[in-house]
């Protein structure tokens, strides 16, 4: 087999962006102090909103069964993230509310 005939397979062509944007991600995401990550994360939610539809989108023509089980870990992995994304974000926020002061009465002076 030639060399130019495996480059041209689509699924080596799909298999090398695959690991090359795998390869990408872990770098940026190392890149990213511990203090931003939350932030970031509330962020991306918008994002992985538009992965969920896109996976619905593919579930929606899936045709063999296996293309109808990856869709759905798709769509169910996504989900999870959108919905983790948002615990984190509640979190996040329930940090800056201010608490309510304790109710116990001021200790008086004997004298």
Do not use: C, W
């Not at 962006?17 to 931003?36: D, H, M, R, T, Y």
């Not at 993230?81 to 116990?104: A, H, I, Q, S, W």
């Amino acid at each position: 087999m030639i060399l130019s005939d495996v480059l041209s397979n689509p699924n080596i062509q799909y298999l090398t962006v695959f690991i090359l944007s795998a390869f990408v991600g872990i770098e940026v995401i190392s890149k990213v102090p511990s203090i931003l990550h939350t932030p970031l994360m509330s962020g991306s939610n918008a994002i992985h909103g538009v992965i969920i539809v896109g996976s619905m989108l593919v579930l929606g023509n899936a045709t063999t069964n296996v293309e109808v089980v990856l869709g759905t870990i798709a769509v169910f992995l996504a989900t999870l993230n959108v919905v983790g994304g948002f615990v984190v974000t509640d979190r996040m926020l329930e940090m800056f509310k201010t608490k309510p002061e304790d109710k116990r009465p001021a200790d008086k002076d004997p004298a």
